[in-house]
């Protein structure tokens, strides 16, 4: 079984790489710009230093101008924010990102957060996504048209 480990900049090359691949679901990212949320991060953690797995979350205090970060910020005090969790697609399917979800939900309850929350893709569509966080137990709790208009997400919150 892969060990949870923490991610940081020595393993930025890898966490790109795989980041990239998934851009489309995601966002691109270049080397400053993943450095930037690492250094911002909440939670940074992953299997196989990033290159198989890798969950980033920040706090409502992260330095972190994003459309969707910013709902949030304006709809709550407190909350932790699942910027990208990440998958490679070889190791889909053995609970990895569940296993870094529960990581990430023991982490903020030590740190006294009763909310963590995220977004998903409703145009492009991003089914997978939603029947994991469903089973996961987050709920519906905001949408927006970002982008100018190109892209739809939901909001979503885990208590």
Known sequence: ?????????????????????????????????????????????????????????????????????????QHYGSFVYIDRIIVADDARGRGLARRLYEDLFTRARQAGHDRVVCEINLDPPNPASDAFHGAMGFVTVGQAAIRNGTKKVRYFEKS
């Open 1 to 73: 079984m892969q060990q949870i480990q923490d991610l940081g900049l020595q393993d930025v090359a890898r966490m790109l790489t795989l980041n990239n691949a998934h851009a489309y679901e995601t966002s691109y990212l270049d080397t400053p710009g993943m450095s930037a949320l690492l250094n911002g991060a909440f939670y940074c953690k992953g299997m196989n230093h990033g290159a198989t797995a890798l969950l980033i979350a920040l706090d409502q205090n992260a330095p972190y101008d994003n459309p969707n970060f910013n709902w949030f910020r």
